[in-house]
């Protein structure tokens, strides 16, 4: 099974500045590698999918880059409702697994 | 708009099986490249996958739950079920019901509210 881990396990920042959060996978997994934000009693919310699209209605301050191991979400100038829990998530053989997350918090 | 929406019992006593049910509205799983699955996620933790069903009736299951899971699709109610056996303690979470689409490579792009499921004696 192709294990996730993320980094860092937070991120304390201030609105307007940028966030850079990192997804490694431990083995390829193409850039079949998916983004998702889930703030306190919501349900996660697809942000970013193929390691680079944006899902529907995604503001464009949200990107993804990467391939293979190695992945990366940004948010370029944090909006005070970005501060959330941020999970990626891999698809390899129909199958799923998720990261144990990134809390992007106020500093 | 696509909503989904899980019902089913909050409570279960170890050992018992779990019905889950997912209604939703705005798409069919009659149409080619769509399916629905189920996500959960125990309390403070990272979610967790757990199976799918697609419109051509294809399954997928957790490697690790697959032996206790079924899930099945009854597409003139716009239905979902999730059956687990054998509950546990430690299978307690919030049970989620997702859509997903070939246009978003498969992933969980609309997800329902949740339902809490507790597992104990």
């Known amino acids: 099974e192709i294990v996730l881990t993320q980094s860092p396990a937070t991120l304390s920042l201030s609105p307007g500045e940028r966030a850079t959060l990192s997804c490694r996978a431990s083995q390829s997994v193409s850039n079949y590698l998916a983004w998702y934000q889930q703030k306190p009693g919501q349900a996660p919310r697809l942000l970013i999918y193929?390691?680079?699209n944006r899902a529907t209605g995604i503001p464009a301050r949200f990107s993804g880059s990467g391939s293979g191991t190695d992945f990366t979400l940004t948010i370029s100038s944090l909006e005070p409702e970005d501060f959330a829990v941020y999970y990626c998530q891999q698809r390899s053989d129909w199958l799923f697994t998720f990261g144990p997350g990134t809390k992007v918090d106020i500093k | 708009q696509i909503t989904l929406k899980e019902s089913g019992p909050t409570l279960v006593k170890p050992t018992q099986t779990l019905t889950l049910t997912c209604s939703f509205s705005g798409f069919s799983l009659t149409t080619s490249g769509v399916g629905v699955g189920w996500v959960r996620q125990p309390p403070g933790k990272a979610p967790e996958f757990v199976g799918y069903i697609y419109w051509d009736d294809d399954k997928r299951y957790s490697s690790s739950l697959k032996s206790r899971l079924t899930i099945t699709k009854d597409t003139s109610k716009n239905q979902v079920v999730l059956i687990m056996t054998n509950m546990d303690p430690v299978d307690t979470a919030t049970y989620y019901c997702?859509?997903?689409?070939?246009?978003?490579?498969?992933?969980?792009?609309?997800w329902g509210q949740g339902t809490t499921v507790t597992v104990s004696s």
């Open positions: 193929d390691a680079s």
């Open positions: 997702v859509h997903a689409s070939r246009s978003s490579a498969w992933n969980m792009d609309v």
